[in-house]
């Protein structure tokens, strides 16, 4: 008889419980493992995403932020500082254009009398904002007594708009006022002359979206573009009374395209 013991049938059972204890245990661990897994990867895609309430918003600057899933608080911190760069950028805007005078401007003192005025209020400056239509949207909206002022190198003139300004969104549109006349003078002889419509129309200005190449025209009388040139429309005499006048607008001598220098838009108070 050899020295290994035989198994009883008691024995074999309690083996074979053991190994399929053990099968048990290793396939939870298994499962234990690829749910860790899984989690793992769901949290690293997760941290790929672009919050989308940071991207494009439209109250300032788009801060984006690549890679990062930011918190509520996070976000509130960044909205912060759009609104703190959007406020610092109309503050220094509002510096620049309060240093901005008119007062030497014998144009300053004839639209004073005109509308007695106390004193302008610059709204809109190409100096400041460049011939950007967005900002001459958003400076002018829902504003009154407005002067649109032309200057060229040697010459001054533009037009007068009474009533609230409409700028509906992105598009061309249209602005009337019961009170609106034109005006021009030459720098050499500041003597401003003014010139009344024609007609009983109240169309006074048009804006224009971002696309076009235009940034405003007077009612048939000129356009000013993007590109710093202004065309003289070639009806302004039949639309104003410039009877008188042998060249509308004393500053063209003659030419319909004269080089914008400054394009200003004031309000009267």
Known sequence: MGNSATLTPQSQLSLDMQKRML?????????????????????????NVIPKNVIGRSDGPSLLVHHKRTSQRERDSIYLQQKTLRYVSNKQRMSIAKSITLKDNNLYAFLLSKKASKHFEVLYDTRISGFDSRDLRSLIS????????????????????EDFVNCTGNETTTNWSNRMFLFSMKKSNPIPVIFMKNTQQKDSFTLYPDRDERLLSCFSAFWVFKDGNVIINPDVKDAYDMRKILTPFSCVDGNRKVECVRFVVVKTE
């Open 23 to 47: 099968q048990v245990k290793s396939a939870r661990q298994s499962l234990k493992l690829s749910k860790t897994s899984k989690s793992l990867c769901t949290q690293q895609l997760s941290q």
């Open 142 to 161: 829902y504003k009154q007594k407005l002067a649109f002022i032309v200057e060229t190198q040697d010459n001054i003139f533009g037009f007068y708009h």
